[in-house]
C-alpha cells in the first residue's frame, strides 16, 4: 500500500518535471518591462551623494522596486508572459531610468499592502511604486516621495447589483479590501454597521465578489477600474470616489537625497507623466492632470 | 494492519462484508461524482482554465516555488535537528543554569503558533533595527526554533526511555558523562526515534507553506497569483489541486524514506527499538 | 501594557473567535475522526481503504493549502454560501480529524493482541469486542496524545488569520491599521497563546495521572 502510494508521488513528481521542460503555446517572455522601457532615457554617471539607498543600487549594479502584481493598468503581470504592465510599473522604470538603470537591471518584487513597511524598512526594496497611499502614519515609517497621482475611494459590485449605489448603502453589507490598507480602516472608522472581510491582496476581494461571499469591494477608484475593464460582464464601479488618496513612491526613511531626486524627477518631467497616464490608465478615457509635488 | 481485533469471517460476516464493502463503494462514488459533477458545472474542468499550465514561464515558476519550499524545508530540517539536539543535550545537563534556560526555551517555543513566531521575526523586529530579516530568513528562523524545540523534546523522550542500565553499563566502564550521552545514549535514542524524527520533518515540509502569510514566496504564495488570473478565468481550484498533488507528492517521498528506514530498523535484532518507537510515536505532532 | 490595554477590544475579539474555532473544530475533528479511525480498524475491505485514502491525503497536504481549498476553492463550487469563520472551521475539523484517527488506531493498537482475543474466545462479537474491551483500555491510552494534538489544534487556528478570520493570529493586522507597534501586540497574543497552551498541558498531566492504567 505504503509502496504503491510512495511509486505514485515519484511518477507524478516526474511527470511535473518533464512537463515543466516541455513546450507551451506561449513564448518565452521576458521578466522585466521590456521594451515599453526603451522610451526613458537611462541617465548616465547619476551620483547622488548621501543617499544610502542609492550606494546599495549602485554596489549591485541592479536596482530592486516593489511593486504590486494583480492590478490590471496599474501594476501588473501576466502569469502566462511574465510581462509586467500600467501606470505604476512605468513610473518605477522612468524612475529606474532617472537613476541610471535600464530595464535589464530592474528586479521587480511583488509586495502586497500588509508588508510593505516591513520590505522598506528591511530593505527588501529600493523603493516601492504600487498604490502607495502618503498617510501620516505610514510617513512615521517611511518616507514618501510625490505623489505622482491622485484617485479615491470607490466601490466595486457586482453588475447585477441594484441595492448599491454609492457609500451609502453599505449598511449591513459585507465589504472586502486589502488588509493594512487605508479603504478598510476608513470604512472600520467611518461606516461602523458594514461587516468587513480582508485579504492581503485585492485580486482576492475581486474572486470573493464574483463568487457571492461579499458584496463589494472597496479601495481607490483607480485600482478598480482596472478591474471591472478585466471583466466588464460581472464588475462595475459605482459611486463617486468619497476620499482622496495620494500615491507616493515609498522609501527608507531618512534618504532625503533620493526623496528630492525623485520629486524633481517629478516636477520637471510633465510630459512623460502625461505619456505615460494616457498608454495606462487613460486608455479608459478618463483625463487628469499630474499632481504638484509635495517637498514638505 | 498490526493487529487484528477480529476473527477470519464465517459465513454470515462475509455476506455482511459484501453488503457493507458495496454501500461504502456506492457511498464513495456518489460522493466523487457529486464533487465531478460541481466541479463540472462550475466550469472548473474548462480547458481555459487549466491552459495556464501549459505556459513555460508558469512551469517555471511552479518549479521555482517548489525549489524554494524545498529550500526552507532543508534549511530548516537541518538547523531545527542540530537546535534540537543541542537543547535535549541542555535539558538533559546536571547543571541547573544549563538546565533551566533550555526548559524554558523549548517550552516557550513548543507553546507558540508557528505563525505568530513568523511575525514577530518579519514583522515585528524589523522596526526595532533588525533590519536585515527576508521573508526566507523569517521562515527558516521559525521553523528551526519551534521545531528544534519539539525535536529536543523527541530526543529527551528517546534517551529516558532506554533502560537505565545502558547508562550505568557506561558509567560502570570508566565513560565520563558526556561519553555516556555521545557515545551510548544518544545513538540508541536517535535510531528509536528516527520515524518520530521524519514524521516532524514532514511537518516542517507542510510548515514552510506558511510562508506565503510572510510573503516568502513558496507553493502556495504562486497557487494564490496563479489562481487569481483573470484572463484564465480564475483558476483557484486547478491550482490548489496541481500544488495540493506537489505537497503531497513531495510528503509522500519523505513518509516513504521514514517507511524505508523504520523496516530496516525492525531487521535489527534490538526489540527494544521497536517497543520505544511504538510508545513514543503518539506523543509528537 | 499599554498597547495591551488601549487595544483590549481586539484582544478579547480576537481570542474569542479563536476559542470558537478552536473548540467547535475541536468536537468536529474528533466525531469525524473517530468515525475514519474506526474505518481504518474495521474488517470491511473498503472501509480501511477510504480510511487510509482520506488519512494519507490530507495529513500530507498543508493546512494551509486546505484552508486556502476552503476559503476561496468552495466558493466557487457555487453551493449554499458558507462564512469564512465556518469555512476555517471546517478546514480546520478535516485537517485535525486525520491526527485524531491515527490517534485513535495507536491508541487501539497498544491494547494487547490478547485482550481482543480473550474477548472473542467467551463469544463476543466484533462490535461488543470493540465497546466493552478494546476502547475503554484504548481511550486511557489515547488521552495524552489526543491532548497533544488538540494543543497543536489550538495553535494552528492561527492559520485562519491569512483567511479573513479575525482571531489571534490577526490582531497583528487590526494593530498595525491604528498604528501600534507589531512587535508588542505580537509577543502579547504569543503570551496568551503561552498560557492556554500550558492549561491545556495541565490538564493533559491531571487526566493522564486520573487514568493511568497499571499494566
Redo the contacts between chains.
Sequence with gaps: MRKKALLLGVSLVAALTLSACGGGPANDGDNTAGDSNSRFEVAKDVSLSGSPTFDAMVKRDKVIIGVKEDQPNLGYRDAATGERTGFDVEIATWIAASLGFGADQIEFKAIPSVSRESAIVNGDIDYYVGTYSITDARKEQVDFAGPYFITGQGLLVAADNDTIKSEKDLKGMRVCSATGSTPIQNIKDNFPDTKTVEFDTYSQCVEALTDGQVDAVTTDAAILIGYAAQDPDNLTVVGEPFTVEKYGVGLAKGDAVLRAHINDLFTNGNDTWTQIYDDTLGQSGTKVQQPEVDAS | MTSLLFDAPGPRAKRLNVLLNVVVLALVLVALVFVLWQFYQTGQFESRKWSIFTYPLVQQSLLRATVATLQAFAVGAVLSLVLGLLLAIGRMSAHPWVRLPCMWVVELFRATPLLILMMILYYGLPPLGFTFITPFIAVVTALTVYNGAVLAEVFRAGVESLPSGQSEAGYAIGLRKSQVLSLVLMPQAIRAMLPVIIAQLVVILKDSALGFIVTYQELLYEAKRLGTQVQFGSPIIPAAIVVGIIYVGLCLILSGVSTWLERRLRRSPSSLVHKTTQDISQVQL | MDTLLNNFDLFTEGFKNTLILFSFSAIIALVLGGVVGAFR?S?????RA?G?FYV??I???????IM??CA??Y?????P?IS?MNLAIIALSVYTAT?VAE?LR?????VP?GQ?EAA?AIGLP?GQ??TLI?LPQAFRAVI??MM??FI?LL?????A????VMEA??V??YL??R?E???VG??W??LV??LL??VL?FLQRKLENMWKVAR
Design positions: 480498524v474488517p470491511v475491505t473498503s472501509m477510504v487510509t494519507n491525503t495529513r500530507n497536504t498543508p493546512l494551509t493549502l486556502f481549498f476561496f476553492g466558493p466557487k463550487l457555487q453551493l454560501e469564512y491526527y490517534t495507536s491508541g487501539i493498537n497498544t493482541l481482543a472473542r466484533f469486542t470493540m478494546i495524552p496524545p497533544s494534538v497543536a495553535k494552528n487556528t492561527t492559520v488569520a491569512g483567511f479573513s493570529g490577526a497583528k493586522n498595525s491599521e498604528g507597534p507589531a512587535i505580537l509577543l497574543v504569543a497563546f503561552i497552551v500550558g498541558a
